[in-house]
């Protein structure tokens, strides 16, 4: 039996399954779910743009996390709700970033207990522990909000739902992703295969080795069907592919992939001289891996390696328009 197989018995649980967010990760988990004969309904702020979530048997409302009766609504009938929305930035004004990573999942879970669901999933992000961490760190860490408002508001929002979490009533189960990739992730993907594409990407302090902690979007299901199964709720895990890669090797492989044989160099210093976002290159510079361990002790092992994840998004990469990939 693969760790995939596993998943599709043990995601959920069965029943109705909510999730927050029809974008990458929500649609993925969706699809795991309807594999596994859940029912879905997912609910995000515009209305899915594609029949993506219909084709797989998969209903979509339009709504706002941060809209109680909105989401008091949503969470009717529900047995498990995923909440995967959020804002996902490098930098920005932090009474947005509260007002959706902070108030947006306290009232999703405060709608989901009053509406009597059992299970709340929140996905948090390895974020939490800042730039500057230990090598190594794991869940016993200190977190570190590092004057940014992604980090500060994916601490906030832990402690604010952890707030809510009832043993054996309402658990909560907290989940630290690494840099998810695959078919459809923006940041780790999209965005710099397309600066790739326009000549606009450059290797930044690649003589510090910086670390892109890289978890594939099915390991990462994979990863949080074992923690359900556990029934450890109330602690957060941490999922990665437990693999050391640099960013020189992982945004080598997109470069590849676009025909590109060599990029321009530059420090950290350089890069911000240029004009990008100090946060963006800080989210480049990090030196440190975090620990999975924890999550390996109950049984996870990520089941697709990084050639095999590099391989399905080059093949995904290959059906968008104008990709122009080489083989």
Known sequence: ????DFVFTTVAGGGTVGITGTGFIGTALARRLRLAGDEVRGVDLR???DTTWADMGAVTTVGDITNADDMAAFCQGLDTVFHTAALVAESGDMDVFTSINVDGPVTVATAARNAGVRRFV?????MVYGFDYPDGIDETGPTDGADNPYCITKIASEQAVLALHDPGVFDVFIIRPG????????PWVVRPFEAMQSGLWASIGADAKPLINH????????????????????EPFVITDQRR???TEFYGRLLAMAGID???SVTADEALSFGLDPEAVRYLMRTGQYSADKVASLGYAPAID????MAITQAWLATRPGANLTD
Do not use: K
């Open 1 to 4: 039996m693969t760790t995939n």
């Open 47 to 49: 209305a899915h743009p």
């Open 122 to 126: 929140h996905f948090s992000s390895v």
């Open 179 to 186: 840099d998810v990739y695959g078919p459809g992730s923006v």
């Open 215 to 234: 978890v594939f979007i099915d390991n990462l299901i994979d990863g949080i069907a074992v923690v359900l199964e556990s029934g450890r709720s109330g």
């Open 245 to 247: 890669t640099t960013t």
């Open 262 to 264: 060599e990029v321009p």
């Open 306 to 309: 990084l050639d095999e994840g």
